[in-house]
């Protein structure tokens, strides 16, 4: 079927899905004769703002937001007041009949936690499937209630409640976990990672941890950044899918790193001469030095190392003894 080349593409007819042209071909709004499930799944993937704003389309979209899996960020708001964010987020929770797919709420600290609190009860986040949360001071303990469906959770300079230790969570189909600059004790740490049975990404900024013990048959990709006075001590005692263990900064000077069992490991990195210690097996390097080389790596494929300097010194003998290794 030929369209003139001066119809445009989204003219829509609310009288039907079909109208004429002067040059006789048929006016059709293919979009908007797509079934209502498909309708949906395009509306939850565009930006809050803009999903909202396909009711004023035609008749046809005028209930499909409303329907569709929500996509909830605040940041479409802007730069307004505490009281008017407030508003428009109750406003779009209360009008919204679910279920919700994603949830994104920056900005956090000025708002009252039990103001929160509200929103996460709200039945319009049933089933929630990501969970993106910055600037909380202290964290409710109802954002578990999301445990059974989500898939990706990142929590951002908050304050995770102590009570999480003594929990018994269970988050069967969390994937993705971003721990960004939070406070939270290491058992309550610990036991946040135990529940994540299908966890492949993780990604930790903390401090004030003494040590981190990772088990997971499941886990791919892990990054993190270590920033305090203490020495944070990383244990992976048993991790047979890991292929990546990444540094998000390069100052490592305040981190010991034990590989005990990693055997699909591939991708290492950024390891500096700042180093205090990293140990596959019973190989050892001290600050890039070669300690002992007994255990052999045969799956390593990408190694990254960042030196200050100029210091190749130190860079070639780490390559030279690693060689035998991995």
């Not at 593409?9 to 079909?18: E, P, V």
């Not at 509306?43 to 979209?61: C, E, F, M, N, V």
């Not at 209930?63 to 307004?80: C, E, H, K, Q, T």
């Not at 036991?191 to 966890?199: M, P, Y």
């Amino acid at each position: 079927m030929r369209y003139s080349k001066k119809r445009r593409f989204h003219q829509i007819d609310d009288g039907g899905s079909r109208g004429d042209n002067r040059d006789g071909s048929a006016n059709l709004d293919l979009i908007s004769a797509l079934p209502d499930d498909i309708l949906g799944s395009i509306i939850t993937l565009l930006p809050t703002k803009d999903g909202a704003r396909t009711q004023a389309i035609s008749r046809r979209w005028l209930p499909l937001w409303r329907s569709a899996p929500l996509n909830l960020a605040d940041d479409f708001i802007g730069s307004v007041s505490s009281s008017k964010r407030m508003a428009l987020v109750s406003k779009i929770l209360s009008e919204h009949r679910g279920p919700a797919r994603r949830l994104s709420l920056k900005l956090l600290c000025t708002i009252e936690v039990p103001v929160i609190d509200g929103w996460l009860h709200s039945q319009a986040l049933d089933s929630l499937e990501e969970l993106d949360l910055t600037n909380l001071r202290d964290m409710p303990l109802s954002m578990f209630r999301f445990a059974p469906t989500l898939r990706f959770a990142r929590f951002s300079c908050c304050r995770l409640p102590n009570s999480i230790s003594t929990l018994r969570l269970n988050l069967p189909c969390l994937k993705q976990l971003t721990l960004s600059g939070i406070s939270i004790t290491e058992d309550a740490l610990h036991n946040v990672l135990s529940g994540c049975t299908a966890l492949e990404s993780l990604e930790l900024s903390i401090s004030g941890i003494g040590a981190i013990c990772i088990s997971s048959q499941t886990l791919r990709s892990l990054a993190f950044y270590h920033y305090g006075p203490n020495i944070l001590q990383l244990v992976i005692k048993d991790a047979p899918s890991l292929e990546r263990l990444l540094s998000l900064y390069p100052d490592w000077d305040r981190v010991t790193i034990q590989v005990i069992r990693a055997p699909k490991l591939e991708v290492l990195g950024l390891l500096s001469e700042g180093l205090s210690k990293v140990q596959f097996g019973t190989t050892i390097f001290e600050e890039m030095i070669a300690v002992s080389l007994t255990t052999k790596i045969h799956t390593m494929k990408v190694l990254v190392l960042h030196s200050t300097g100029p210091n190749l010194d130190a860079v070639i003998n780490f390559l030279s003894h690693s060689q035998q290794t991995i």
